[in-house]
């Protein structure tokens, strides 16, 4: 009887057999580069990210598949340059997670999972092919919200923090002071200090356990829910939203708010 582990690996074969087949067999495979899949990469990797935040299990399980599609499509290219294959992906891997947990395979204690990430980034600077610097670990091409909390966490690892979280704030207050005071001016000032706003704000996010970019992207969702309301009903009626005062508008906003 197939155990399942047995099922798992014989799974990963027969898409490495499929995936030579296609690179030999479809002009369109065969003609794929790194560069030309990488914009392609990205977008899988957003859909899943859209599948996680509906929590659709399903879409969840498929958009997986199309980013394994890719590491595997990735993989079948360094072969064929004589670079590396699959096995020096996974083996790579398994070595780096292996060597980075300490506490699992060798006889560091650690005593939570704020310190199993700070001995993570001590390991990584040390590697002869990671990090030269805490900062150069996060990609310059991320989303500016997940950015700023990777350096933001990045920071936290080398114990570049606040002691306490609660003095966060005075830095939040501060921040938006000076927002607000130079904001009448506009200009690249003001965008300057927005920024340092923001940053503050996400840095508080962090400190009390929150995701910024979960946060927003629910907000975002809610904005979406509530105006498409608005708009369905003033439809229905046969209005447009240019026709109608912000207290209309308003009304229909409520109600949309109370539904939820």
Sequence with gaps: METKRERELAAFERLLDIMDTLREKCPWDHKQTFESLRPQTIEETYELSDAILKKDMFNISKELGDLLLHIVF???????????DIADVCNRLCDKLIYRHPHVYGDVQVKNAE???????????????????????????????????????????????????????????????????????????????????????????????????????????????????????????GKSLKDMTLEEMDEYWNQAKQLE
């Design 74 to 84: 990735y993989a079948k290219i360094g072969k064929e340059q004589s670079q590396f």
């Design 115 to 237: 310190q199993v990430v700070g001995n993570w980034e001590q390991l990584k600077t040390r590697e002869k092919d990671g990090n030269k610097t805490v900062l150069s670990g996060v990609p310059e091409s991320l989303p500016s919200v997940i950015k700023a909390y990777r350096i933001q966490d990045k920071a936290r690892a080398v114990g570049f923090d606040w002691q306490k979280k609660e003095d966060v704030w005075d830095k939040v207050s501060e921040e938006l002071s000076e927002f607000r005071e130079v904001l009448p001016e506009g200009g690249k000032r003001a965008e300057e200090e927005l920024g340092d706003f923001l940053f503050s704000i996400i840095n508080a996010a962090r400190l009390y356990g929150l995701d910024p970019d979960t946060a927003l992207e629910d907000t975002c969702a809610k904005f979406r829910r509530r105006f498409g309301y608005l708009e369905e009903h003033t439809i229905k009626q």
